[in-house]
């Protein structure tokens, strides 16, 4: 099973609105990362937020994290058309399998 | 400072072919991640390497398979490939091993299987 979920699956607003999207994850983390990707390419970083930080801003990114609901969320503010992605939250697995565990990811469209 | 690149872009191949796909990671970087996305899902770990030594595989068949160069570049190789193959494949690397820090990703190679 996945060890985070995002939602929603997907979520069409208008240019100029906020995206919120969610995430929620199992185990204990030491950090969650958000990324973004655009249709068929490569995942892109954007923020990481270590477990004893609670908020994180760059530029139009807000995201929080709560980490006694194990939840977190991205916020984009004054959307724009270029915002149009897919948008995965990701926790490492520290515990053996070292890996960074993705979830499935909330597909944003932006419409002009 | 040149990112991930990925080789090929594109590949089809046939069922029961076998399927070689490339990753150079960042300039530094010894750790190398390959994931597999399959068609509007999620990423799936598929094998992390670390100073040539595979570290850790995901759920797959043994016939997913790779290895790390010492330059650090990494191969992932399908065999006997079934329909269901037929995905993006995604290489990452990370500057420290492990998966404390943020990874940066290639274009990915898109594989289609006949």
């Known amino acids: 099973s996945q060890q985070g979920e995002e939602d929603p699956q997907a979520l069409s607003i208008q240019e100029g609105e906020n995206a919120t999207m969610n995430c929620s994850y199992k185990?204990?983390?030491?950090?969650l990362q958000w990324y973004r990707q655009n249709s068929g390419r490569g995942l892109v970083h954007l923020i990481l937020?270590?477990?004893?930080?609670r908020e994180k801003h760059s530029g139009r990114l807000r995201v929080t994290l709560d980490t006694s609901k194990k939840s977190s969320s991205l916020l984009i503010t004054a959307s724009r058309a270029a915002d149009t992605a897919s948008y995965f939250c990701?926790?490492?697995?520290?515990?053996?399998?070292?890996?960074?565990?993705f979830g499935q990811g909330t597909r944003l469209t932006i419409n002009p | 400072e040149a990112g991930v690149t990925q080789s090929p872009t594109h590949l089809i191949k046939t069922r029961g072919q076998q399927a070689t796909l490339r990753c150079s990671p960042i300039?530094?970087?010894?750790?190398v991640y390959w994931y597999q996305q399959a068609l509007g899902l999620g990423l799936q770990f598929l094998l992390w390497?670390?100073?040539?030594?595979?570290?850790n595989r995901g759920n797959f068949p043994p016939r997913f398979s790779g290895r790390q160069f010492p330059n650090y570049s990494s191969e992932l190789n399908v065999n006997a490939l079934e329909l269901e193959d037929s995905a993006l494949y995604l290489c990452?690397?990370?500057?420290?091993?492990?998966?404390?820090?943020?990874?940066?990703f290639g274009e990915g190679s898109r594989l289609t299987v006949l």
């Open positions: 990452a690397s990370c500057r420290l091993a492990g998966v404390t820090g943020e990874l940066f």
């Open positions: 990701a926790t490492p697995l520290i515990q053996g399998a070292q890996k960074l565990v």
């Open positions: 185990t204990s983390i030491n950090n």
């Open positions: 390497y670390d100073e040539g030594e595979e570290r």
């Open positions: 937020i270590r477990s004893n930080e």
């Open positions: 300039s530094g970087h010894t750790s």
